[in-house]
């Protein structure tokens, strides 16, 4: 839902300013498009939908249509999870779209420190944080989810635990995290934002993992922490090469084994009947994409599925390791899982181990 | 003599200018005032046809061209136009194209007067006893003052200057003047067509059809089609197949070559190595007693190993250094092998210029991607057992039990400079390991200092520090001054505990220490840091004299999600992957190309 009231200045994802008018031509889009891809295979069963992307809460009564559109094709217990900026959050929306059956939110909170807030270009400050979830929370909804961003302008280690702690006095149950990286073409590229060095990022990357593990939030992926139960089902999809149906400009799928996108241009998915898809890749899911993915996740590489799947051996990876330090994962006789220290270099552990 | 009134039309001269002060422009509008090139050929500084020269405004390989000229006083004259390069490196060269003339102009640029590069080139023509012509040009700068750049023409080289043509050569102003003037004062050839042939090769290069082309000036005899020639050093006889005169863009064929004429000679000659610069070519039947005087033969002073980047390419490689050496005998090559690089050449050169020159044209006209060890010079070892080696590349510097005597070969320097400076030379010299030998003052603000320098001090980047130290204002020669007995050692260096062959030099002992923390410091700057971390050590003998880690790579990760664009993430590794293979692995260490390169620029 690639809509926003105005664009934060280190955000590359595709969006376009907030009009009423274009929303709903936006919506009716995507349900001609549900409604293709039912068509399509009419036994489709979604057990996760995500609104994501922009701001889709500003979005929510044309949410709401189409989650029913979608309802009878949902699972019971499914996870349906809606992004949202705190500043256009409302208890109305949030009732309508709980009643409407989205079950998850996420908050867009990156920091509990105002001035941190202020230097990433967010509308909102960290009071209309707090009032948001604690609203999210009062219309009943129990899976929330906030992000938090490292190496924010002017951030320090004492600020960073401010944070965490303002995240997790909050009733949430899920926490992202994620690191502050200068993407081109955004103002922050521009603009000579100082980013914080390896060993600063890193120091912040493991204090992080440390306190949010200290209460109660688990580490199951690179950047996501949850509590028992509350790892998030849609992303987890990700990463465990399972398939996806991505509606929308930029939208990314993962569908019929092959992997593609939709173009960044509001106007053509509007006017066209079904959306234009571009594949970036076909026939995918091999070896080295399996093992990228799954060694993002704590539950890491079972040599189980590497042996069956695609025929690599635990002694080739093994043998691989020898050129990882030890601290970086753990091994054992069903999988091997990269530590945190291990995650916060995983580009070149994941480079070892897939050059096989 | 009235039979070689010919030579009464000849004028055999070239031009000496600093860097920018129009030497190139001024060859362009000669040629054009003689029109000897069609005004729709002419491209700018025609003579510099190298890409290379052109851009970096310095002319590497001599260059002639024969021109005709229509003077005021109603005769046809001769011009043979040499270009001659211009650094310190190719200064034997420029001796040799300097004696194939009579005269020499001297460009100056009118605001910024003489400079020191100017003085060398200038004291070495006078030395050759040629008629110095000077020229000031650039009078159309605002910045321009011509009444005291002659007086400094005056009182710093000591030759009249009231009669030198104000130019502009960008202008095309006054260049009338300079032809003018070429006829009047610089000195129609000497020599005797009857005599035994004896003729100067200035320079030579191999064309594809006819073989090597030799650029001579006949000094005394006549050449003609047919005759079989020797060349007096090398002994190489052929039998001349073409001869003729150097037009400004085609070779233009003659019956003969007589003394006191300019020319070219093809002869099937196949090796440039058979055609020395300095050498003197004489007929077969009527040969001449002696050669010319002041031959040299030229040896390489600086070895490097040059390796491809990728290891498939090393037949390119070796293709492309035999093409180059075609048309530059001053290059040496031959195939080594290194631990770290694996398989390459040891390239021999005049110098670090003629090294830079080589490396750019391979990687520019050849594709090539090339890793280049640190130079050396070559190093005279006398073994404990009496067996004597000379060694240019430190791989294979024996250990110090075996050796008796360790010798570094040693130059004789000029060093020229504005008086102001010398205080600051001699501390550069005294770094350097130079030994002061006497100081000359040329005139009130000029200074001549005689320095004996071992050469590995100067081969590196002696010629910028001198620069630096000067403002640009000191220039130097040198020549070869044999070996002397040196506290030699030879630095290792480790990685993560193994030696880099590619990475090991000879130094001396006072120094090593320095160069070591220098060297260890910019590895640890250019090696990125990988998953353990990466002690570099520097090494005498086994004893470890300089420390520094390339600690533990701590953060190499795609945090964010891209919402599922999984396409994303392994496009971004794939550059990664394809980042590594640019990198030597060297043991268990990603080396880039860089770091090689960075240990060359120590003093940066």
């Known amino acids: 839902m690639p809509f926003c009231l105005s664009k934060c200045p280190y955000c590359d994802f595709y969006s376009v300013k907030y009009n009423e008018e274009t929303a709903i031509m936006y919506s009716q889009a995507v349900i001609r498009n549900i409604r293709h891809y039912l068509s399509m295979d009419s036994s489709l069963k979604f057990d996760t939908v ?67 807030l202020k230097a990433l270009g967010r509308i909102h400050d960290s009071l209309t944080g707090i009032k948001a979830v604690n609203l999210a929370a009062d219309a009943g909804f129990y899976n929330i989810s906030g ?108 569908y019929n084994s092959n992997r593609f996108a939709v173009n960044r241009d509001i106007d053509a998915f509007i006017t066209a009947d079904i959306q234009q898809t571009v594949i970036t890749e076909r026939e995918c899911g091999n070896f080295s994409e399996w093992a990228m993915l799954k060694l993002r996740l704590s539950e890491g590489l079972d040599f189980e599925t590497a042996s069956k799947r695609f025929g690599v051996t ?22 091997i899982r990269l530590t945190p220290e291990g995650f916060l270099v995983s580009n070149a552990v994941i480079g070892i181990i897939t050059d096989i | 003599m009235s039979e070689n009134s010919y030579m009464q039309e000849i004028r055999n001269f070239c031009i000496i200018a600093h860097i920018d002060h129009g030497k190139s422009t001024l060859a362009d509008r000669i040629l054009e005032q003689t029109e000897t090139v069609a005004q729709r050929e002419m491209e700018e500084q025609i003579l510099d046809n190298m890409e290379l020269e052109r851009e970096r405004g310095i002319t590497i390989k001599a260059r002639a061209v024969r021109l005709k000229y229509k003077a005021d006083d109603g005769e046809t004259y001769i011009f043979n136009l040499i270009d001659t390069p211009g650094h310190v490196d190719f200064n034997y060269e420029v001796s040799r194209s300097l004696n194939a003339c009579e ?69 095309g102003i006054n260049i009338k003047d ?133 290891g498939a390419k090393y037949t ?28 390459g050449f040891r390239c021999g050169f005049l110098g670090l210029l003629h090294m830079e020159i080589i490396q750019e044209r391979l990687e520019r006209e050849y594709n090539l991607d090339l890793v280049t060890t640190a130079p050396s010079v070559v190093y005279k070892i006398t073994k404990t057992d009496g067996e004597t080696l000379f ?25 020229y400079t504005p008086s102001d400076y010398v205080g600051s030379i001699m501390d550069l010299c005294q770094e350097r390991r130079g030994t002061f030998k006497d100081m000359k003052y040329l005139d009130l603000n000029r200074v001549e200092l005689h320095y004996d320098l071992p050469l590995n001090e100067i081969v590196y980047d002696f010629f910028d520090a001198l620069k630096s130290r000067t403002k640009g204002y000191a220039s130097y020669d040198y020549e070869m001054s044999g070996f002397t007995p040196s506290k030699l050692v030879k630095l290792d ?24 923390r220098k060297i260890a410091e910019k590895l640890k700057d250019n090696i990125p840091r990988q998953l353990f971390e990466v002690p570099i050590q520097a090494a005498v003998g086994g004893k470890i004299i300089a420390r520094e880690t390339v600690k533990a790579m701590r953060k190499d990760v795609l945090a964010k999600c891209y919402g599922g664009d999984i396409t994303r993430k392994k496009k971004l590794l794939e550059k990664q992957k394809e980042g590594k293979k640019r990198m030597r692995q060297l043991g268990s260490v990603e080396v880039p190309q860089e770091a090689f390169m960075a240990v060359l620029k120590l003093d940066e």
Not at chain 1, 66 to 83: F, G, Q, Y
Not at chain 1, 168 to 193: D, R, V
Not at chain 2, 150 to 166: Q, S, Y
Not at chain 2, 320 to 342: C, R, V
Request: hydrophobic residues 40%; glycine residues 6%.
């Open chain 2, 178 to 310: 300079v032809m003018e003037q070429i006829v009047k004062n610089v000195p129609s050839p000497k020599g005797d067509p009857e005599a035994p042939l004896k003729a100067l090769i200035f320079d030579s290069y191999y064309d594809a059809y006819k073989g090597v082309i030799v650029n001579v000036r006949i000094k005394d005899g006549t050449l003609k089609v047919g005759d079989r020639i020797r060349m007096m050093a090398t002994g190489a006889e052929f039998d001349v197949v073409d001869l003729g005169y150097m037009g400004a863009k085609t070779l233009e064929n003659a019956k003969e070559l007589r003394a006191g004429e300019v020319g070219y000679i093809a002869a099937s000659i196949k090796s440039i190595g058979d055609t020395k610069v300095g050498d003197t070519v004489t007929l077969v039947d009527n040969p001449a007693s002696e050669p010319l005087e002041g031959y040299r033969n030229v040896n390489p002073m600086v070895f490097s190993g040059i390796y491809p980047a990728d």
């Open chain 2, 391 to 415: 060694i240019d590349n430190p791989t294979n510097y024996p250990d110090p039990s075996e050796i008796e005597v360790a010798e570094e070969p040693m130059v004789k320097a000029n060093i």
């Open chain 2, 103 to 171: 005269g020499a102009i001297l460009v100056v640029d009118a605001s910024q007067g003489i400079e020191a590069q100017t003085l060398a080139n200038t004291y070495l023509a006078i030395e050759q006893d040629l008629e110095i012509v000077p020229v000031i040009n650039k009078i159309d700068l605002p910045s321009a003052h011509p009444e005291e750049v002659k007086e400094e023409i005056e009182t710093v080289i000591g030759i009249p200057a009231d009669e030198a043509p104000l130019i502009s050569a960008k202008m």
């Open chain 1, 147 to 254: 992000d938090i961003m490292l190496g924010i302008p002017y951030q320090t280690k004492d600020s960073l635990n401010d944070t965490i702690s303002y995240m997790t006095s909050l009733p949430l149950s899920h926490i992202s995290a994620y690191m502050l990286k200068i993407e081109s073409g955004t103002p922050f590229a521009s603009a000579e934002i100082k980013l914080p060095d390896e060993d600063e990022y890193a120091d912040f990357y493991l204090d992080t993992v440390k306190s949010l593990d200290e209460k109660g939030f688990i580490q199951y992926e690179i950047s996501n922490f949850a509590k028992r139960g509350f790892e998030s089902r849609h992303n987890l999809k990700y990463w465990r090469c399972e398939e996806y149906i991505g509606i929308g400009p930029a939208a990314h799928s993962y």
């Open chain 1, 50 to 116: 995500y609104f994501g992307g922009g701001t889709p809460v500003l979005l929510w009564k044309e949410i709401c249509s189409i989650m029913n559109e979608l309802s009878p094709h949902i699972t019971d217990s499914a996870e349906i999870t809606i992004e949202a900026n705190p500043c256009c959050t409302t208890k109305e929306a949030l009732c309508s779209l709980k009643s409407n059956g989205v079950n998850r939110i996420s908050f867009g909170l990156q920091s509990g420190v105002d001035k941190e």
């Open chain 1, 314 to 335: 635990r002694d080739e990876i093994l043998n691989k390791c020898r050129l990882i330090p030890n601290k970086l994962y753990e091994i054992d006789d069903k999988s």
């Open chain 2, 493 to 516: 260096i480790l990685l993560n505990g193994e030696i880099v062959d590619a990475l090991s030099f000879v130094v001396h002992a006072d120094k090593a220490y320095s160069r070591a």
């Open chain 2, 316 to 343: 390119d490689l070796r293709d492309a250094l035999e093409k180059l050496q075609l048309n530059d005998a001053s290059l040496t090559f031959e195939p080594e092998t290194s631990i770290a690089l694996g398989f």
